[in-house]
């Protein structure tokens, strides 16, 4: 957990505000983030369902950091870098689409109550 803190804090000292441009400052935070509260868990030994949800989100966020491991590979670069301008250029369709499936799940909702 110290180790993530610091690292992000030297990479805003070395690179600057442009650290921030790139979605794994981002990865880096959430991890620290969900670390803090998980770490936070076993100290309190307390388990509830929220926590479980923060470790799969976490493990999520670990694997995704793969995707920046990936890029160093010449070969295979390009690809990630392909599905990420993907993602970037449906996000408003996909903003469009979860509006209209929350629609028609209420709609249908609404009439099974009957």
């Known amino acids: 957990m110290f180790y993530s803190v610091g690292y992000i ?28 509260i998980i770490a936070l868990n076993m100290i309190n030994s307390y388990s509830n369902y ?21 890029q160093l590979i010449d070969e295979i670069a390009p690809l990630i870098q392909i599905i990420f301008k993907i993602f970037m250029d449906i996000r408003y369709f996909m903003v469009t689409l979860v509006i209209a499936i929350f629609a028609f799940a209420n709609a249908f909702y609404l009439i099974g109550l009957n």
């Not at 505000?17 to 969900?34: C, G, H, M, N, Q």
């Not at 929220?50 to 990936?70: D, E, H, P, R, V």
């Open 9 to 36: 804090g030297f990479q805003t000292v070395k690179v600057g505000k442009s650290y921030y441009r790139s979605i794994y400052a981002y990865l880096d935070i959430l991890y620290t983030l969900f670390n803090s």
């Open 50 to 70: 929220w926590f479980n949800t923060f470790g799969a989100l976490m493990a999520i966020i670990i694997w995704s950091k793969a995707f920046y491991f990936l």
